[in-house]
């Protein structure tokens, strides 16, 4: 069975730039995390996906950030315009169904903006 | 608002031996779940092991186990027998009912394990 994947992996933009990261979970979880671990911090969440919908989305930091996941499978996470303070590696997440699922990491994309 | 601590950012160890990495959290629900994933180097996030908080027996997975202590809210992973493929950066984390799936991290340890 395939892990979550994401793309890419790595990125390094201007300031002022957008990017998208992609995530495609394991096939067949309809919960999908997206989180954020800036430099030598905690790993912080930034939403949740229950297919298609936006569970919670409490953690995106501002309206440069935009997710979506179209049809509930793959998740794409855009931030337009990229400031300094977006540099990162961004995680996502799936799992099955429930709250108290374990949640299956991806290998993250590491954003730098410069 | 919950929140997780680990108070230790660096640790090491050598290998064979046993090693404990600490773990503290705040929560005002009672059902809830905690995880200890790790990292290694480069590598993809895991899941080490999980308790149940409605458990009383602690969750023991091959040589990692953990202490949990539910009125203190510790949580600390056991790695017995260290290897050097136990290097790496360690994660406690907390998932509650309330939390709509999310879960919230601790700052992280990283764990060295020495020949």
């Known amino acids: 069975e395939a892990g979550v994947t994401q793309f890419p992996s790595h990125s390094v933009i201007e300031k002022g730039q957008t990017v998208t990261l992609r995530c495609d979970p394991i096939?067949?979880?309809?919960?999908l995390y997206w989180y954020r671990r800036v430099m030598g911090k905690e790993i912080k969440f930034l939403l949740h996906?229950?297919?298609?919908?936006?569970?919670?989305e409490s953690g995106m930091p501002n309206n440069r950030f935009l997710a979506e996941r179209t049809g509930g499978t793959y998740s794409t996470l855009k931030v337009q315009p990229a400031e300094l303070e977006d540099s990162g590696v961004y995680f996502c997440?799936?799992?099955?169904?429930?709250?108290?699922?374990?949640?299956?990491f991806g290998p993250g994309t590491r954003l730098t903006v410069l | 608002a919950q929140t997780v601590t680990q108070s230790q950012p660096e640790m090491s160890v050598q290998e064979a031996e046993t090693v404990t990495l600490s773990c503290t959290y705040d929560?005002?629900?009672?059902?809830?779940?905690l995880f200890w994933y790790k990292q290694p180097p480069s590598r993809q996030m895991i899941l080490v092991i999980r308790?149940?908080?409605?458990?009383?027996q602690n969750a023991t997975e091959n040589r990692f186990s953990v202490n949990f202590q539910k009125a203190a809210k510790s949580f600390s992973l056991k790695i017995s027998d260290s290897q050097l493929g136990d290097t790496a950066m360690y994660f406690c984390?907390?998932?509650?009912?309330?939390?709509?799936?999310?879960?919230?991290f601790g700052q992280g340890t990283t764990l060295q394990v020495k020949p």
């Open positions: 997440a799936s799992s099955p169904g429930a709250r108290s699922d374990t949640q299956y």
């Open positions: 096939s067949g979880h309809d919960n």
């Open positions: 996906f229950v297919k298609e919908s936006k569970q919670d």
């Open positions: 929560t005002s629900e009672s059902n809830y779940y």
């Open positions: 308790q149940e908080a409605y458990k009383q």
């Open positions: 984390a907390f998932g509650g009912p309330s939390n709509t799936g999310k879960l919230i």
